[in-house]
């Protein structure tokens, strides 16, 4: 994969965080402010709980960062997986961001 293809997909992944962030906030009463800066979102809960997700250029990489511990991600080709088999991307920030704001959330790709 190129620097390129790598921005545009990881791009993607993050408008979709974006998008689905308000989402959520518009049909429950989850209240996840979303703060973007460059290529990084930190999503806070009412808690005061956050999630971090960045952009790792150099190495291809999508980092998140929950109450649960830190995940790497790459591009398999079709979707983000944890580079260490733990899950794909959305549904890992699903989990994730539902046990910090204490009910369901669901993320998902475009």
Same mark, same amino acid.
């Not at 992944?13 to 979303?34: H, K, P």
């Not at 080709?77 to 704001?101: I, M, N, Y």
């Given at each position: 994969?190129?620097?390129?293809?790598f921005?545009? *997909? /990881? #791009?993607?992944?993050l408008? !979709?965080? #974006?998008?689905?962030?308000?989402?959520?906030?518009e !049909?429950?009463? =989850?209240?996840?402010?979303?703060?973007?800066?460059?290529?990084?979102?930190?999503? !806070?809960?009412?808690?005061r709980?956050?999630?971090? *997700?960045?952009?790792?250029k150099?190495?291809h990489e999508?980092?998140? =960062? =929950?109450?649960?511990?830190?995940?790497?991600y790459?591009?398999?080709?079709s979707?983000?997986?944890? !580079?260490?088999?733990?899950?794909?991307?959305f =549904?890992?920030?699903?989990?994730d961001?539902?046990?910090? /704001?204490?009910?369901?959330?669901?993320?998902?790709?475009?």
């Amino acid at each position: 994969m190129t620097d390129l293809e790598f921005m545009d *997909i /990881a #791009e993607k992944l993050l408008r !979709t965080v #974006e998008r689905s962030c308000d989402s959520i906030n518009e !049909t429950s009463d =989850a209240d996840i402010d979303n703060q973007r800066s460059g290529g990084m979102i930190t999503l !806070t809960f009412p808690n005061r709980s956050q999630i971090v *997700i960045n952009l790792q250029k150099p190495l291809h990489e999508v980092w998140m =960062a =929950a109450k649960s511990g830190g995940y790497h991600y790459r591009h398999d080709g079709s979707v983000w997986q944890d !580079t260490k088999g733990g899950g794909e991307f959305f =549904a890992c920030l699903s989990r994730d961001a539902s046990a910090q /704001a204490g009910m369901r959330l669901a993320f998902q790709q475009d």
